[in-house]
């Protein structure tokens, strides 16, 4: 890969059709082609492939035509047009969708369609999201060549992650004949620049989301990423939450810890004398609920919204994004207030009941309140507190682990409101992975390549 790439050109022998791998393998069944013809016609047909595993999936069913050859080779390798769980049309071209009703029991996506016999279930990729089949597999939306294009996108494979695409480039050598079979010459033009190799690797009709750029500026830009954790807008809001969870749940059990110093109940609740004024003997900051509220509560709220305008779920959208901005926007406000009670509690110190001379009976009381000593940088004057056992050193680690989570967590929620407002004004962008784009050099000029399998 050329520096500052974002994608990579290898080419793809005509002889390399085969990508095994755990759980699933990738196999193209028959080569694409579109080759022009003397008097001014062309001959085309789409690529035939089959990826096989938990589920078996073919993608692109060829023209009607290649009937007797698709059922052939499927019964070579020992698959039934029955065992065929889900048929991929990438759109729906003849050349493409032929042969659909061979597999009539199957789960169909042509295009933007997805149905299961009449019944056709709502889905999100013409909103740019992907429908994941399960946890390696899943349908990308790439239009350009069409309105409603759509790859295959298949992890753990021989050749890393591969993705089944459809009609991708279209005679690489001419400036215009890709420009007549596009339906969307902007969009295919733009995918030209996304390459940033110039037109000889033009990705012709795949289009890869512009969410897909702004989610990488999103995520601390694309200069600072390595070329396999490129991420978008959801993958990123997925990894600002899940440390939100974590560290909200710190700071709750920080929080409640320090209601019970010394490990001990009776603090909270202790036997006072008749006529006191108090009704606990605990630091004063704790009752504050810094930790428990502002970086718990107001942190865990909106971490579970963030996490939902991750991929695949209910707020990947444009909406679900604004949202997010103010819901980092409330944990930005309960981090700073646990930020601050957490600093005004290691600043104070604890209560405890104290002496510092000796036969002068001890007092409860905050003996390091006022900067009475600077009992942080000098643990002598942990002696001081008599009781509860160790009550310093407690309340210094939780403090200052309540202190760190709630710096995170400011960090994380500021850089959740950047990433939200991306996601507002771009999208929530559904192709996590960098496309790497096969050469056309080795083939014949003028030889369009009517599907490609691409991999990294």
């Given at each position: 890969m050329t520096d500052g790439a974002v994608v990579q050109r290898i080419p793809l022998p005509d002889s390399q059709l085969d990508f095994p791998g755990v759980p699933y393998s990738v196999s193209v069944l028959k080569p694409g082609y579109c080759l022009s013809e003397p008097d001014g016609t062309f001959r085309a047909d789409g690529t035939i492939s089959l990826i096989t595993g938990p589920r078996t999936i073919l993608v692109d069913t060829g023209g009607p035509w290649d009937r007797d050859f698709l059922?052939?080779?499927?019964?070579?390798?020992?698959?039934?047009?029955?065992?065929?769980?889900?048929?991929?049309?990438?759109?729906?071209?003849?050349?493409?969708?032929?042969?659909?009703?061979?597999?009539a029991h199957a789960e169909l996506i042509v295009g933007f369609d997805h149905s299961e016999g009449d019944r056709y279930r709502p889905n999100k990729l013409s909103e740019g999201q992907v429908y994941r089949v399960d946890e390696h597999v899943c349908v990308v939306p790439t239009p350009g060549h069409t309105g409603q294009d759509v790859s295959v996108q298949v992890t753990g494979t021989s050749a890393g992650v591969v993705l089944v695409a459809g009609d991708l480039f279209e005679c690489c050598s001419d400036e215009d004949s890709w420009r007549d079979l596009s339906m969307n010459t902007v969009v295919q033009q733009q995918d030209e620049v996304e390459t940033e190799e110039g037109p000889q690797?033009?990705?012709?009709?795949?289009?890869?989301?512009?969410?897909?750029?702004?989610?990488?500026?999103?995520?601390?830009?694309?200069?600072?990423?390595p070329f396999s954790d490129i991420m978008c807008t959801g993958s990123c809001s997925k990894f600002i939450a899940i440390p939100l969870y974590v560290?909200?749940?710190?700071?709750?059990?920080?929080?409640?810890?320090?209601?019970?110093?010394?490990?001990?109940?009776?603090?909270?609740?202790?036997?006072?004398?008749?006529?006191?004024?108090?009704?606990?003997?605990?630091?004063?900051?704790?009752k504050y609920m810094g930790g428990l509220v502002g970086g718990g509560l107001?942190?865990?709220?909106?971490?579970?919204?963030?996490?939902?305008?991750?991929?695949?779920?209910?707020?990947?959208?444009?909406?679900?994004?604004?949202?997010?901005?103010?819901?980092?926007?409330l944990g930005v406000s309960g981090a700073t207030y646990s930020l601050s009670v957490a600093s005004l509690g290691l600043v104070n110190g604890p209560m405890c009941l104290w002496t510092n001379k000796e036969g002068q009976a001890p007092v409860w009381g905050t003996p390091f309140f006022g900067g009475e000593g600077n009992y942080l940088q000098n643990q002598t004057l942990w002696d001081w507190c008599k009781e509860p056992d160790n009550v310093v050193g407690f309340n210094v680690g939780l403090f200052s682990t309540l202190l760190v989570a709630a710096?995170?967590?400011?960090?994380?929620?500021?850089?959740?409101?950047?990433?939200?407002?991306?996601?507002?004004l771009c999208g929530?962008?559904?192709?996590?992975?960098?496309?790497?784009?096969?050469?056309?050099?080795?083939?014949?000029?003028?030889?369009?390549?009517?599907?490609?399998?691409?991999?990294?």
């Amino acid at each position: 890969m050329t520096d500052g790439a974002v994608v990579q050109r290898i080419p793809l022998p005509d002889s390399q059709l085969d990508f095994p791998g755990v759980p699933y393998s990738v196999s193209v069944l028959k080569p694409g082609y579109c080759l022009s013809e003397p008097d001014g016609t062309f001959r085309a047909d789409g690529t035939i492939s089959l990826i096989t595993g938990p589920r078996t999936i073919l993608v692109d069913t060829g023209g009607p035509w290649d009937r007797d050859f698709l059922l052939q080779t499927l019964k070579d390798r020992g698959v039934d047009p029955g065992d065929v769980d889900m048929v991929v049309g990438t759109h729906g071209h003849s050349d493409h969708v032929g042969n659909l009703s061979l597999f009539a029991h199957a789960e169909l996506i042509v295009g933007f369609d997805h149905s299961e016999g009449d019944r056709y279930r709502p889905n999100k990729l013409s909103e740019g999201q992907v429908y994941r089949v399960d946890e390696h597999v899943c349908v990308v939306p790439t239009p350009g060549h069409t309105g409603q294009d759509v790859s295959v996108q298949v992890t753990g494979t021989s050749a890393g992650v591969v993705l089944v695409a459809g009609d991708l480039f279209e005679c690489c050598s001419d400036e215009d004949s890709w420009r007549d079979l596009s339906m969307n010459t902007v969009v295919q033009q733009q995918d030209e620049v996304e390459t940033e190799e110039g037109p000889q690797n033009r990705p012709g009709e795949n289009k890869v989301s512009p969410s897909f750029k702004w989610g990488l500026a999103s995520c601390l830009g694309l200069s600072l990423l390595p070329f396999s954790d490129i991420m978008c807008t959801g993958s990123c809001s997925k990894f600002i939450a899940i440390p939100l969870y974590v560290l909200a749940l710190v700071s709750i059990i920080c929080n409640i810890m320090l209601f019970f110093p010394g490990f001990e109940t009776k603090y909270a609740a202790p036997d006072l004398p008749e006529g006191s004024n108090r009704t606990d003997y605990l630091t004063e900051e704790v009752k504050y609920m810094g930790g428990l509220v502002g970086g718990g509560l107001m942190v865990l709220v909106p971490a579970i919204h963030i996490h939902l305008t991750s991929a695949e779920k209910c707020c990947a959208n444009r909406c679900g994004m604004f949202l997010s901005i103010g819901f980092a926007a409330l944990g930005v406000s309960g981090a700073t207030y646990s930020l601050s009670v957490a600093s005004l509690g290691l600043v104070n110190g604890p209560m405890c009941l104290w002496t510092n001379k000796e036969g002068q009976a001890p007092v409860w009381g905050t003996p390091f309140f006022g900067g009475e000593g600077n009992y942080l940088q000098n643990q002598t004057l942990w002696d001081w507190c008599k009781e509860p056992d160790n009550v310093v050193g407690f309340n210094v680690g939780l403090f200052s682990t309540l202190l760190v989570a709630a710096s995170l967590e400011l960090v994380l929620c500021l850089i959740q409101m950047v990433n939200g407002l991306f996601g507002c004004l771009c999208g929530t962008c559904s192709v996590c992975v960098p496309l790497i784009f096969p050469s056309s050099s080795d083939r014949p000029p003028g030889n369009h390549v009517r599907q490609q399998v691409l991999h990294r």
